[in-house]
C-alpha cells in the first residue's frame, strides 16, 4: 500500500499563490507516475498535472503557465506550484500515485487539500 498525505491548501486571494505538497510513503517502490488532480463542487476530478519518475510533466490548458509539478524522489514529495491564481481554481486538490508492478498498475489518492481563491 501507498500512503498519500497533502498539505498547502488554503484561501488565497486571486493573483496570489500557493504551494501544495504530497508525501508518500509505504510501498513506494516502482511509484512512476505522481501528480495532482482537482474537484470543484458539482463538478467531476479533473487532471491538474503530472509528473514521471523521469521529470516527464504533463499540464491540463487551464493551468500551464501558472501552475509548476516538481518531484523530490529523496524526499518522496511531489510539489505543486500554483501562481496567478484565479477563482475558478478553487477545489479540493488530491495527490496521486500511480505504482506498476509488472502488469499490474495501482492508483493511489490522497485524503485531498481544500484550494479557495477569492474574487
Known amino acids: 500500500q501507498v500512503q498519500l498525505v497533502e498539505s498547502g491548501g488554503g484561501l488565497v486571494q486571486a493573483g496570489g499563490s500557493l504551494r501544495l505538497s504530497c508525501l508518500a510513503s509505504?510501498?513506494?517502490?516502482?511509484?512512476?507516475?505522481m501528480g495532482w488532480y482537482r474537484q470543484a463542487p458539482g463538478k467531476q476530478r479533473e487532471l491538474v498535472a503530472t509528473?514521471?519518475?523521469?521529470?516527464?510533466?504533463n499540464y491540463a490548458d487551464s493551468v500551464k503557465g501558472r501552475f509548476t509539478i516538481s518531484r523530490d524522489n529523496t524526499k518522496n514529495t511531489v510539489y505543486l506550484q500554483m501562481n496567478s491564481l484565479k477563482p475558478e481554481d478553487t477545489a479540493v486538490y488530491y495527490c496521486?500515485?500511480?505504482?506498476?508492478?509488472?502488469?499490474?498498475?495501482?492508483?493511489?489518492w490522497g485524503q485531498g487539500t481544500q484550494v479557495t481563491v477569492s474574487s
Open positions: 496521486n500515485a500511480v505504482r506498476q508492478i509488472l502488469l499490474t498498475t495501482n492508483n493511489y
Open positions: 509505504g510501498s513506494i517502490f516502482s511509484i512512476n507516475t
Open positions: 509528473i514521471t519518475s523521469g521529470g516527464s510533466t
